[in-house]
């Protein structure tokens, strides 16, 4: 397994002001993002997540791009594996809210699922 995989925000998405859940017109969105971390996420110990020069992440494209990590795998697994380095307070106040609001939608699903 490889030590690390950096993925630049900024570079991929080509925007200060990265928005958009979905890449359907054929720029990057922020499932752009996911797919990166989940293709490369058995391949190496360590997913850098850099932001440098993001102002401002719009609330789909963080939790595409992020919080729905958590629909297939637990939020130890992406504490130990995603890491961002360079994040400003504002990006990790975005993440922190994106990330408890996809647990809980989840949490919300799978008691659905059981009642049914």
Do not use: C
Not at 84 to 105: C, M, Q, T
């Amino acid at each position: 397994m490889e030590d690390e995989f950096k993925i630049n925000v900024y570079e991929i998405m080509g925007t200060s002001t990265p928005a958009g859940r979905t890449s359907e017109d054929g720029y990057p969105a922020g499932d752009t993002i996911k797919n990166l971390i989940l293709e490369n996420w058995d391949k190496y110990e360590k997913l850098s997540i850099y932001v440098e020069g993001i102002v401002q992440m719009t609330k789909p494209f963080v939790d595409e791009a992020f919080a729905k990590v958590l629909e297939t795998h637990s939020l130890d697994e992406f504490n130990q594996k995603l890491h961002f380095p360079d994040a400003n307070d504002r990006i990790v106040g975005s993440l922190n809210g994106a990330i408890k609001l996809r647990l809980k939608i989840i949490k919300m699903h799978k008691e659905r699922e059981e009642q049914a």
